[in-house]
């Protein structure tokens, strides 16, 4: 950027930010620091999450039934793995098998899916 550009903009930056102080300095509530706010809503309650709904997304063309019926994958319900080991095969997947959810799924998520698969009723014992 040559000289000239970057004094335009500066300028155009700093009308921006006269015209801001202009609105708002009159109106705006000074907060002492430390002084507890009151005025803030609380946040929303996090969405719940629903595991189903994830399942469908993310493993039901491998795993059938939401886990209970082998598919490309296999049935979850009644898996001989403990929930570590779950919560590890869905983070990292398993080369070749199944891809790791460890980048696209939080760790709340994968939580609620191990806790999900370590729920389910085998229906075939
Ligand atoms: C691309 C297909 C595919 C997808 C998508 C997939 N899986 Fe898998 N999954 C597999 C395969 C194949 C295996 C078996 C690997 C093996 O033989 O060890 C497996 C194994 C597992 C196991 C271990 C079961 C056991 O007892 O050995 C769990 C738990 C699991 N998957 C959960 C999930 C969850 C939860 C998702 C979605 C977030 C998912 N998988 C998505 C293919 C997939």
Redesign the pocket.
Known sequence: MNVFASQALLAVAMAAMTAGIGVHAADEPTVEPGAEVTATPAPPPAKPINVKTM?AM??S???DGYGLHAG???K?AG???TAAQ?YL??AKG?SG???G?EKT?SKDQIDA?VAY?KGLKDPDS
Do not use: A, E
């Open positions: 399942f993310n493993c063309w491998c795993h490309k994958g296999p979850l898996t001989q793995m779950v095969r869905i398993k098998m199944m891809p959810f799924l899916f698969i």
